[in-house]
């Protein structure tokens, strides 16, 4: 019998039926907000670890958002590696919009500081963070998500769009490797 990707994992540390309840209470709370003011959002995934944090949370929606994508890359393995490239921009202008990013977690806040740059720098009236997951221990930079699904330890975790080396991202909840798998 082939292996499956559960395998690898080592404990589960925040379980889809978690994940699904904060993404109904985050959507309110974004939706309110942009309600209060009037604002139809462009609500931007950060390619590709925001899928399916992306896909549940919009279903929560029920006002006009309009959606798009952005690639950027910023990480090889379990470490961070500076600055930023964006590999494939969004198709809609931010010109002028409120900018919801979507991300699927804040680690040294590296990424999100150089995102949220250049939506500035396209003329975005204003911009959002929206992150899954927070890990306010290792961040480097002073960047704070707008709304935070989970506030996890320092600890390197896969699944629900996160991956090590481009894999797991399709587990359906959020878990911890065994140690054997970066052996
Ligand atoms: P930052 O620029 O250091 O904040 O890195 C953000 C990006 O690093 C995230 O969008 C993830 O792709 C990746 N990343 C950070 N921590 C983890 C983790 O624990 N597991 C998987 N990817 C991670």
Known sequence: MSKIISD???HVL???EQIETRCKELAAAIEK???DRHITPIVVGMLKGSV???AELIKYFRHPIEIDFISVSSYQGTESVGDVKIDKDMDLSSKGKNVLIVEDIVD???TLRE???LFYNKGAEDVKIVALLDKPERRVVDIQADYIGFTIPNEFVVGYGLDYNQRYRNLPYIG???PEVYA
Do not use: H
Request: aromatic share 10%.
């Open 108 to 110: 040294t806040g590296r």
């Open 14 to 16: 925040l379980s889809e």
């Open 176 to 178: 911890v490797l065994k």
């Open 33 to 35: 907000d942009y309600e």
């Open 115 to 117: 995102v949220k740059k």
């Open 8 to 10: 690898d994992i080592d």
């Open 52 to 54: 399916p944090f992306m």
